[in-house]
Every structure is written in C-alpha cells, then in structure tokens.
C-alpha cells in the first residue's frame, strides 16, 4: 500500500528523536582521539642528531633547519629548526624516518593561529648549545657574561640570546625578524634599517629578547617608517 | 502564439549539489532538459604533474587526495602499481591489512553516497544518519592510521601500522551492527515511496551505453553487467574472497542506489573473511629505502575502487621520481554519462543523477 | 482566564469611553491594539518556531540543535535575527527593483491579513466575518503572486524557476485545499469559523471527516512550501528559489511570513478538525495554541523525514489523487448529511 513506506520513515525518525544524542560538545568536551592521532607536529631539539633524513622525505618541503659546523670537531651543530605548518599534510613520512623520534605528532588539534607567520615554528636547540655555535658568535660574548653572577644562569642566557640575534642581523640572517613582522619583504626592509643603523640594532635585539610584543610594535613602526621615506622622500629627513 | 525558449541554467560550480566543484551547463525547456553540458576542472589541483616532482614514496600523500571520500582506495593502487614496476613482494598480514581498510573504505564512500543522495533529493535526516555510520569507519582509521579523512596508511611494500588491539572490537561491533543500519536506510530511505519515485526510471542507462561510455563500477553493475575488478582480474590477494556481484536490471538511478546498498553488504562479507584468515607476521616488507626503477619500464594497474576502475599508469625514466603518472579516473569518466542519462528528463533528475553517478570531483580534475 | 483577553479588550473600551471618547473612536483604538498584538504574536511565535524546528530537526538527527545562546538556546533566533538585520542590503543591479523590493512586505502583509478571521480562543477573532473560511482561502492563494513577484523581480533563472514552480504548485493545490474544507463546511453549515468552532460541540470533525483532514493537510503543506513540497524554494536543486537574490532583513520577511503562514494553516486546522479552543480545565485560547503546535511538530517532522517530491509527480498527485479523492468526499459527505436527515437526526 502507498504511504507505508512513508509511515515507517516517520516512524524511525520519531524513535530516534528519543536516543541520546550522538553530538560531542566540543570546546567544553574534547573529542575522544585514538593513540596514533596525528594533530601538531612538534620537534624536539634535543634529540636531533641533524641526518636530514625528514627534509629528504617530506613531500613539501615543510621542514628545514640550520647547521652549523661545531668548532673544534667533524660534527655538526643544529642552529635553528623549521617547520612550516601551512604546507604539511600530515602524511607521517617525516615521523617514521626519523630514527631518534625528535619529530612526533602530539594530539593538539588546534593549530589556527591570527597570522600567517606564526604558523611557521622555529626551534633553537637549548643555550648551552649555541654557546658554542659558529666563532663569530663566541667572539662577541663580553667577558662578564661568562662570569658567575646572581641569577646568572638567566643573565647569562638572555645575554646569549642577545648576541645570537646581534650576530644574525650582523650577518644578514632576516629568518631572525621573519617572528616580528608581517611579510617577508618587510622583514629584509628591516634587516637593512638594522644594519644601517649600529644603536636601532642594539635596542632591536634586547626588546627581541625581553619584550617580544613590544619589538613587534617597534618593528611595524621602524618599517611603516622607511615605506614612508621611501614613497615620499620630500617629506623629511630624519 | 506562445512558444517556448531554452534557456541555459548552471548547475554549478557554485551549487548545494554541485559535490564539490562540478559544473553542469544545462539547456531546459522549462523543466524540461534538453541537453548538459559537463564542465570539470574546478578542483584541479595538477596531482599528475605533482608525481613528476616527487619521489615514489612521496606521492603517497597525494594519491590519498584524490578520491577523498575513500582515501585509502587510490593509495592503494598507486602503491600496488608501484609494487608491480619493482617486483616487490608484500607480506601476507599486510595485504590482508590493506583489504580490510579497503573494504571499509569502500562501504564509507557508498555510505556517503547514500547520503548525499538522501540530501540531495531533500532528506536531511537520511544524510545524516548514514554519516552517523560512516563516523564509525573514521574511527577505526583513525585507530590504525592516526588520520580521519586522508590517511596515506598505504606504504610501498605494506602499510605504515600494524593494527591496534583496538581496531579488532571496533570492527567487529561494526559489521554487526551493519545488517541493522542498513535495515534503517531501507526505512528511511529505500522504503520511501517518494524517492522511489524520484529515482526508478530516472537516468537509465543501458547496458550497451554504459560500456560504450567506458563507465565502470557500480553504475556499470547497476546497468546489469557483472563487471568488477576484483573478480575478473584479481589484484592482490582478492581471489582468495568469496563475495557477490551485484547488479541492477535496467540502470536507473535506483539500480545505481541499491547495487551500492548491497555492495557494502559485500564489502561486509570480505572483512569478515579477512579477519577470520588474517596471518601473524610483518606488516611492511623489506623496501629499498630509495626507489629507483629501471628506466623505461613502464606499469599499468588497476584496481576496483569505490567509483569504478581505479588505474594508475607509472612510466619510470630511471630515477627516484616518475617520468609520467597518469591517473585513470573512474569519476571523470563516469560524469561523462551525464548528458547521456538526464537528456529528456527533469531538472531535478539532473540532481538525482549527479547524485547517483556519484562522482568525486577531486579524483575526476585531479 | 477562560475570557482575560476580552476583559481586557472590554475594560479598556469602557475606559476610553469613560475619557468622554467617542465608541466609534475607541472601537478604532481597540482594533489597532489587536492586530498590534497579533502581530506581537507572530513575531514571537516566528521567534519560538524557529528554535523549535531546530530542535526537532536536532533531535530526530540525535543532534542537540542551538544550545549556546539562553537557557537551551531559546535566545539562538534573537541573535539570528539581530544578525540578520545588521547584514547589507543587497540589491541585484538587473533586478526589476520596485517589484524586487515590495515582493517580501506584501507577502508578510498577506500573511499577517490571515489572522483576521482566526478564532484564537472563544468569541476571540478580530474580524468575526460570516465568510471567514472563504477569506482566508482566497488571501492564502494571494501569497502566490508575492513569490512570483519575488522570483520575476530577482532577475534570475534560478528565482524565475521557483516563481513558476510555486504558481503551478498553489494553483493545483488551492483546488483540493478548498474542497476538503466544503465537507466542514457542509456539516457545520455555515463560513464562519467561530460558528464551525461550535458546530463541533459534540464531536469534533477530525471523527467526521477524516479523509477531507489528510487531503486539507497534505495541499496546506503545498501551500506552506514545506518540506516534502518545498519546490519554490528547493534548496538541493534551485539553490534557494525565488528567495536567492534576496539578503538580511527582506530575506527574513520571507522567512518570517511562512512560519506566519504555518501558525495560520495549522491553527485553521485545529479550528476546522480538532474543536478549536474546546477543551477541558485549560481556557480556550490555551487550548487552541496547545492545538497548533501539536499540528506544527507534525509538518517539522514531516519535513524532516521525506525527500522533496519531483515537480511533476507534485502536480499530477495533486490532479489525479487529491481532488478525485477531495470531490468523492464532498459526494459522500453529502449523501451522509442527506441519509441522517432521512433518519431523522
């Protein structure tokens, strides 16, 4: 008979009417994830002993990292690791080529970031590391640096970090700034005011180490600027 | 007098039953249509060109984006293909491996038929809950794989996990609540008086069309010809599973509707058979870690994907990359048959008919 | 309770008349405050509605539907609707732009006019118009010319397609929709709704008139563009219909008049069918709402449930089943009416 068909459609919506729901809720309850769930991508900058084998296999070119020859020895030093996660599909190739499990999936999903340039992740091995990375670097630390000193070990670090970021503006490295500003173009804009200029490279390193937020401010300012001049040089001197 | 006008309407690429980025240029006469006009392209994303760039291993990743509703289908003839222009063997647990996440994939993507069918013809409910069931095989591919959607498990020379001790319930529960769910759609959906309408004699295809076409797959089977793969030309361990065929009687796009409905029925039957003969032992053979095939030799496999016939052909030129990867479509083919099957009929036959084609624009504009 | 809303209305009449206004003047007054206040009630009972069918809709797809805003999510269409007032104004540059702009208020004026003739409890309609069933069928068909307008002026093919779906579609449906209302009519002998209301003292016409109730609800879910019928706007195949070219405020006007147009229909049906406002304990203008939305969860659960039919069958279901079926009942109810007269009833 007709309409039967139609009776028992309304008759299996109305039963399940009545079930419980099957929705996750999900900002107050996560999902459930399995083991093997591949969310970020994380690095772990200790174990990485620098074979490449994760640039060689990833399909995207996601990955990329520094090296530098460490002094006094055949082995290589990591100065900076890259992962761009705006190009990785999380295809697992990188995680199982790695032998020491320095990459791995954690099961954070939540991966959207306000700008495009902080999707990008750059690790640096831990301090005691980039100590000893490259000769110029180890030049330029100042004597009382290595000093002991109350609260030392983090006067000492920062003062580190200080002279690895002098040292990359020094050299013309603008992946060091690529965190402050917007676009990349900005950032090479930036690294010739830098350079040009021995005490806005000085100030711009210590807020880069201390205030990150506020070098960000500094930097939109010192780049707004120089667009400035550019367009209009008649506007004035500085 | 009055007299009429054709007149053209796009359906698409920017439509609710578009599935994704299809373009159907339609010339009605009122309602009635006169002629489609298929546009594909929009979803082009030039994987072919990609392999050319990319090492053998690497394309994995890509070949799973192509029929995204199924993932692990193109994966697996992608590496199958390359295992055959290598001459590797793959361990036994792995095949078996490969079809059980086949099968299931394959009952996910005519899961997702039935309910984009069920949506596009208004039934919201019906999409919903046949979406309900597929959240389940996600699951169990997020179990094996760690991904959802697009798992790249497929590795050449095996898989890239073992299964967990996990995936076993999961499965098992699975394909025994299948008989029931699928029950549920006859209700909701099969039963319903109202889309037996809209689909019985809707889009018939002949037989003889249908192979002139070059259609494969369940819209072949629907047209009554017991075609398919892993019967007439078994790949990988296939041969050693017991199922059924099943075909329509005239190509309509209820054939289309309940070959696919039986199919997962099947798809059940080879999962169950797979589990109950599955070895101990590797799943991932020994696989040089550079692949570099011979120059000149080339590879054409095919296997019976979710749409149709799934067939890479590789041509190696002696490096780590392919010199040429071309991929054999079963959607693009099949949306060709669309003109075909809705000239004559009504516009809401075209929605009945892009819906039971049942196309993947990702995998017809590569 | 069972006459607050009279009391009311005859309370502020005696009070303005008490001011030294003239009866003419206050009558005026008092009828203005009714159709303010039923616009008030449709309004808010779009408001309810719209949560309500997302509710349904959520649960019969064991999903929660909106739950953020307000105690589970009653505040969702609020929000929905602040949205959609803020959202821009979009005009189509082609577009026939007087026809374009008027489509959505005459078919929200069409709908609200409805509500005339409607009993909403005891001696409680606005107009008590002794053809009041034949006006509310003749507005319900005007409800075709503003779709038509609205699918004519968008300049669009998908909108002309819609247009044209929903004339064919109204037009084969008014017939069956007014014939199954003739067998009511028949029995209670008279147009007048609230007199159909009494007629219905002893036995409601649901018991009567089953037949003529199916085919009255299967044309007012045509005539409501509901789900399975929702051809004018069929969202799969015509991307929204004759609604695609419109955005924001005009949009919800359309929105806004056919869930006003399903509150009427379905209160007509418990008018017509199910007693009106007769009830026990609860007064008659409680029981009457209590009545509509029982009939309105049966249209949202309809919807929800069945695929949209194809055009074609649409029309030939409702020429070759509904009115055949719709013309034998008045047949049968007329030899009825003349057999217990014979009997002496």
Known sequence: MIGKGLLKGLGITFKHGWEKNITIQYPEVMPNLQERYRGSLEFDPQNCIICGMCTKVCPNNVLSFESAPMPGSKKKQLVSYTIDLQYCMFCNLCVEACPTHTLYFTHNFELSTARRGEIKRVYSPPAEAQLLTGESQAELIPAEALEPQP???????????????KGAIARGNSKVLDKFVDFEEDASLLMTILQADQKKQDKMAELMVDDKNKARKVAAAFVAKEKRDKTGPEEGKH | MLKTDPYTINIGPQHPSAHGGLRAETIMDGEDVQDVIVHLGYVHRSVEKIAESRTYAQFVPYASRLDYLASHLPTLGYVQAVEKLLGITVPERAEYIRVIVAELSRIASHLIFAGSLAIDLGATTGMIYCYRDRERIMDMFEMSSGQRLIASYMRIGGVSHDFPDSFYPAVKSFLGDLPKMISEYHGLLSGNEILQARCKGVGVLSADDAIAYGITGPNLRASGVAYDIRREDPYGIYDRFEFNVPTGHCGDSWDRYTVRIEEIEQSGRIIEQALRDMPAGDYLGKVPRIIKPPAGREVYHRIESAKGELGYHIVSNGTDKPHRVHVRAPSFVNMMALPLVSRGGKLQDIITNIATLDPVLGESDR | METIFIDIAEFLTSWMVGLGLAPLWADLIITILQW?????????????????????????????????????????????????????????????????????????????MLYAVLPLGNNMAVVN???????????????????????????????????????????????????????????AGSLNLSDIVTAQNRLWFIILQPVA?????????????????????????????????????????????????????????????????????????????????????????????????????????????????????????????????WMGW
């Open chain 3, 36 to 112: 303010a206040v039923i616009v008030l009630i449709i309004t808010v009972n779009t408001i309810v509605l719209v949560w309500m069918e997302r509710k349904v809709s959520g649960f019969i797809q064991e999903r929660i539907g909106p739950n953020r805003l307000g105690p589970f999510g009653a505040f969702q269409t609020i929000a929905d609707t602040l949205k959609l007032l803020t959202k821009e104004d979009i005009v189509p540059a082609r577009a026939d732009k007087l026809i374009f702009k008027t489509a959505p208020m005459f078919f929200i004026i069409v709908s609200v």
């Open chain 1, 151 to 165: 609260d030392a070990e983090a006067e000492a670090k920062r003062l580190k970090q200080l002279q690895a970021i």
């Open chain 3, 213 to 341: 109730f199916i085919v009255y609800f299967i044309a007012a879910t045509a005539e409501l563009n509901r789900g399975p019928f929702d051809m004018p706007e069929a969202e799969q195949e015509l991307t929204a219909g004759a609604y695609t070219e419109y955005t924001g405020m005009r949009w919800a006007l359309f929105f806004l008049a056919e869930y006003t147009n399903l509150v009427a229909v379905s209160a007509l049906a418990a008018t017509l069918f199910f007693g009106g406002g007769q009830g026990p304990l609860l007064p008659s203008w409680l029981w009457i709402i209590i009545k509509t939305y029982l009939i309105m969860l049966v249209f949202m659960w309809m919807k929800w449930t069945f695929p949209r039919i194809r055009m074609d069958h649409l029309l030939s279901f409702s020429w070759k089943v509904l009115i055949p079926v719709s013309l034998a009942n008045i047949l049968v109810t007329g030899a009825g009416l003349e057999l217990f007269r």
């Open chain 3, 129 to 187: 118009l002794n053809v009041g069933l034949f006006y509310f069928i003749s507005l319900g068909s005007l409800s075709t010319i503003c779709l038509l307008m609205a699918g004519w002026g968008s300049n669009n093919k998908w909108s002309l397609v819609g247009a044209m779906r929903s004339v064919a579609q109204m037009i084969s449906y008014e017939i069956p929709l007014a014939f199954s209302l003739l067998g009511v009519v028949m029995i």
